[in-house]
Nanobody
């Protein structure tokens, strides 16, 4: 069974930065499209950023220019570099691995932006 594990969340002040990591195991990582989603309290889960096997990247308008997604296939890991964080970025961030062979989710990592 595939495993997806997020890490790197925490408490940060507005304007600060965090880098989230998502480590995958037991999948052919380089073939998967990897996506970050987030869910704030009382809200629906929403798309944040995506990177394809060919390293094409896509971003939600709300994070464009502040967040950057990247992948290291040698480590089976995808990253989300988050800069200029705002209180509205507070949410649980989830990593998703998607391929015709299967779709897998991690348990999430909490990001709190507060002074």
């Amino acid at each position: 069974q595939a495993m997806i594990v997020e890490s790197g969340g925490g408490l940060v002040q507005p304007g600060g930065s965090l880098r989230l990591s998502c480590a995958a195991s037991r999948i052919y990582f380089s073939a998967y499209t990897m996506t970050w989603y987030r869910q704030a309290p009382g809200k629906q889960r929403e798309f944040v950023a995506r990177i394809t096997p060919g390293t094409n990247t896509y971003y939600a308008n709300s994070v464009k220019g502040r967040f950057a997604i990247s992948r290291d296939n040698s480590r089976s890991t995808v990253y989300l570099q988050m800069n200029s964080l705002k209180p509205e970025d507070t949410a649980v961030y989830y990593c998703n691995a998607n391929h015709t062979r299967g779709v897998y989710w991690g348990q999430g990592t909490q990001v709190t932006v507060s002074s």
